[in-house]
């Protein structure tokens, strides 16, 4: 299973960014996750979605303003990311799971390189 993000960038804060992660392998049956780690911070839980997109979850931080979706069609899961706040900069990571949507790190058996995100104050 390989993943790869992409659609970081530098965004003012108010903006929006769409990440996407394109998945190859047997990816359909797996629960995707989001990951974010800022300089200095651990690596935290963002959002995650089930193989079928008819669960989900999000971390309280990012809630009402993030979105996580999933393609399976296309073998992609994407981030929706509106009302960005500088605090939102981090490298996020896109990860996989062959179990149920789970928040921890430990959690995830696979993992993408991360695409950078800053939000400019």
């Known amino acids: 299973v390989q993943l790869v993000e992409s659609g970081g960038g530098l965004v003012q804060a108010g903006g929006s960014l769409r990440l996407s992660c394109a998945t190859s392998g047997r990816t359909f049956s797996y629960t995707m996750g989001w990951f974010r780690q800022a300089p200095g911070k651990e690596r935290e839980f963002v959002a995650a979605i089930n193989w079928s997109g008819g669960s989900k979850y999000l971390a309280d931080s990012v809630k009402g303003r993030f979105t996580i979706s999933r393609d399976n069609a296309k073998n992609t899961v994407f981030l929706q990311m509106n009302s960005l706040k500088p605090e939102d900069t981090a490298l996020y990571y896109c990860?996989?799971?062959?179990?149920?949507?789970?928040?921890?790190?430990?959690?995830?058996?696979?993992w993408g390189q991360g695409t950078q995100v800053t939000v400019s104050s």
């Open positions: 990860a996989a799971t062959g179990g149920t949507i789970q928040v921890g790190v430990r959690d995830y058996d696979y």
